[in-house]
């Protein structure tokens, strides 16, 4: 994505869009991250030349250089059985404030032989790496891991040493902008700097929520959907543990308290598994469709690929209940589902945090879903503000932006999205549907 910030707005133009393929070899899922450097060279070359560029990914996978800074085999990608074993937290919740998932970092690492590993870099950061030659962690991402002391805002050295895991390997905390590499320079075209971004893809689509107070939540809709709200300090409370949300950290020193959901992947496999339709159809014959069937979208059925209309049937079965039938039942189950997730989460996001909620902000792809965007206003009884759907990309814009003096805060970096974000609204009101048991 390539941005501009002119006359007091800020505009996206895409550049290059290209595939993210993992790939299975010999029973073990990976990321094709060569693949995805290679775009992003193809993407730099063809949006240049560029003041600056920012790297933004998702969260908790992470590569391994050896002691040349080489990197040692593909990155195993999260949705990888590996960790399947992994039921029972290993991280003091007082200390990272995490959400247990099987898939955390700190899990992948127990898995992992480290004798030949020198540095592990999370994705963004693996790729910026490559790009510049300057190896450090950035704190958004790194708050994902499961490793990282919330409190201390430095990685939990205690529970690093008590898990037996190399201390070596823990790159330090890296600010500001480094010079591409001349190679790099050379293939792309022209010299600029890679500007230290909010890297997790959702604190930067959080950066972007138009909000004009604090009484909001986020939504940040793709295949996953992190939902929760934005604190000036984590909660750490026992009953935030057992409620499973997490702390990570935030642009500027806030905390994004929120809790994982399952997204729009559950939709997206069962797509798959209907050889690929055209999604548009289905929503429009999904809004009028009717079903009492409910997910839980976190049931771990449903976090590997596979034959998700089966399992949605399974799940059904499983727990007494009519299973939908046909295509449209099934989106519109899927949807009335997400839509109860973000209920509770949000309500449980209140209750913990104190943080009273007057909107939902509703960014990233799922924002273009206007099904999902009504059902969510129905089942929280707030307003829904859609948009905007590239929130992660204006997010990491908005962060080049101010360090070249272009924007100030985060308020000011929000009031610029407010101004061209093209924004929807949906108000509940609703009649009463049989689902709605939130």
Same mark, same amino acid.
């Given at each position: 994505?390539?941005?501009?910030?002119?006359?007091? #707005?800020?505009?996206?133009?895409?550049?290059? @869009?290209?595939?993210?393929?993992?790939?299975?070899?010999?029973?073990?899922?990976?990321?094709?991250?060569?693949? $995805?450097?290679?775009?992003?060279?193809? =993407?730099?070359? *063809?949006?240049?030349?560029?003041?600056?560029?920012?790297?933004?990914?998702?969260?908790?996978?992470?590569? $391994?250089?050896?002691?040349?800074?080489?990197?040692? &085999?593909?990155?195993?990608?999260?949705?990888?059985?590996?960790?399947?074993?992994?039921?029972? @937290?290993?991280?003091?919740?007082?200390?990272?404030?995490?959400?247990?998932?099987?898939?955390?970092?700190?899990?992948?690492?127990?898995?992992? !032989? /480290?004798?030949?590993?020198?540095? +592990?870099?999370?994705?963004?950061?693996?790729?910026?790496?490559?790009?510049? &030659?300057?190896?450090?962690?950035?704190?958004?991402?790194?708050?994902?891991?499961?490793?990282?002391?919330?409190?201390?805002?430095?990685?939990?050295?205690?529970?690093?040493?008590?898990?037996?895991?190399?201390?070596?390997?823990?790159? &330090?905390? %890296?600010?500001?902008?480094?010079?591409?590499?001349?190679?790099?320079?050379?293939?792309?075209?022209?010299?600029?700097?890679?500007?230290?971004?909010?890297?997790?893809?959702?604190?930067?689509?959080?950066?972007?929520?138009?909000?004009?107070?604090?009484?909001?939540?986020?939504?940040?809709?793709?295949?996953?959907?992190?939902?929760?709200?934005?604190?000036?300090?984590?909660?750490?409370?026992?009953?935030?543990?057992?409620?499973?949300?997490?702390?990570?950290?935030?642009?500027?020193?806030?905390? !994004?308290? /929120?809790?994982?959901?399952? &997204?729009?992947?559950?939709?997206?496999?069962?797509? @798959?598994?209907?050889?690929?339709?055209?999604?548009?159809?289905?929503?429009?014959?999904?809004?009028?469709?009717?079903?009492?069937?409910?997910?839980?979208?976190?049931?771990?059925?449903?976090?590997?690929?596979?034959? +998700?209309?089966?399992?949605?049937?399974?799940?059904?079965? *499983?727990?007494?209940?009519?299973?939908?039938?046909?295509? %449209?039942?099934?989106?519109?189950?899927?949807?009335?589902?997400?839509?109860?997730?973000?209920?509770?989460?949000?309500?449980?996001?209140? #209750?913990?945090?104190? @943080?009273?909620?007057?909107?939902?902000?509703?960014?990233? =792809?799922?924002?273009?879903?206007?099904?999902?965007?009504?059902?969510?206003?129905?089942?929280?009884?707030?307003?829904?503000?859609?948009?905007?759907?590239?929130?992660?990309?204006?997010?990491?814009?908005?962060?080049? %932006?101010?360090?070249?003096?272009?924007?100030?805060?985060?308020?000011? +970096?929000?009031?610029?999205? #407010?101004?061209?974000?093209?924004? #929807?609204?949906?108000?509940?009101?609703?009649?009463?549907?049989?689902?709605?048991? =939130?």
């Amino acid at each position: 994505m390539s941005a501009a910030v002119t006359g007091g #707005r800020i505009e996206l133009e895409e550049v290059h @869009r290209f595939a993210n393929r993992p790939v299975r070899v010999a029973g073990t899922l990976h990321w094709d991250v060569l693949a $995805l450097y290679q775009g992003v060279l193809d =993407g730099l070359r *063809r949006a240049g030349p560029a003041e600056s560029v920012g790297v933004d990914a998702w969260a908790v996978d992470y590569g $391994l250089l050896d002691g040349d800074g080489r990197l040692i &085999g593909n990155p195993v990608h999260y949705r990888d059985a590996r960790t399947a074993r992994f039921t029972e @937290r290993v991280d003091p919740y007082e200390v990272t404030g995490t959400q247990f998932l099987p898939f955390n970092t700190v899990n992948q690492l127990l898995c992992e !032989r /480290l004798d030949r590993a020198e540095t +592990m870099l999370m994705i963004p950061d693996l790729l910026g790496y490559w790009l510049t &030659g300057t190896a450090g962690a950035e704190r958004t991402n790194a708050s994902t891991t499961a490793l990282y002391d919330v409190r201390g805002r430095d990685w939990a050295w205690e529970l690093i040493d008590e898990l037996g895991l190399p201390r070596r390997i823990f790159p &330090g905390f %890296a600010a500001g902008a480094s010079p591409l590499r001349p190679d790099v320079a050379g293939e792309v075209g022209y010299a600029t700097e890679v500007v230290k971004v909010a890297s997790h893809d959702t604190a930067s689509a959080v950066v972007a929520v138009p909000a004009e107070t604090d009484r909001f939540a986020y939504v940040s809709c793709g295949t996953w959907s992190l939902v929760g709200v934005e604190l000036p300090a984590p909660v750490l409370t026992e009953e935030s543990r057992l409620a499973n949300f997490t702390n990570e950290a935030g642009l500027d020193g806030t905390t !994004r308290y /929120l809790r994982n959901v399952m &997204g729009l992947w559950i939709l997206q496999e069962c797509l @798959r598994a209907w050889g690929g339709p055209p999604l548009e159809p289905l929503l429009a014959e999904a809004e009028t469709a009717r079903t009492g069937a409910v997910i839980d979208p976190d049931d771990p059925a449903f976090l590997p690929p596979g034959d +998700m209309p089966g399992r949605i049937a399974a799940y059904c079965a *499983r727990t007494g209940q009519p299973a939908p039938e046909g295509p %449209a039942q099934v989106v519109r189950c899927i949807l009335q589902s997400l839509a109860l997730a973000y209920q509770r989460a949000i309500a449980d996001a209140v #209750r913990l945090s104190g @943080r009273p909620v007057e909107v939902v902000h509703l960014v990233g =792809g799922g924002s273009l879903n206007t099904l999902l965007c009504r059902l969510t206003a129905d089942a929280t009884g707030l307003p829904v503000v859609a948009g905007p759907v590239e929130a992660a990309a204006l997010g990491n814009a908005l962060v080049q %932006a101010r360090a070249r003096g272009l924007v100030g805060g985060l308020a000011e +970096m929000r009031e610029l999205v #407010r101004r061209g974000a093209g924004v #929807r609204t949906y108000r509940p009101g609703h009649p009463y549907e049989p689902w709605e048991r =939130g």
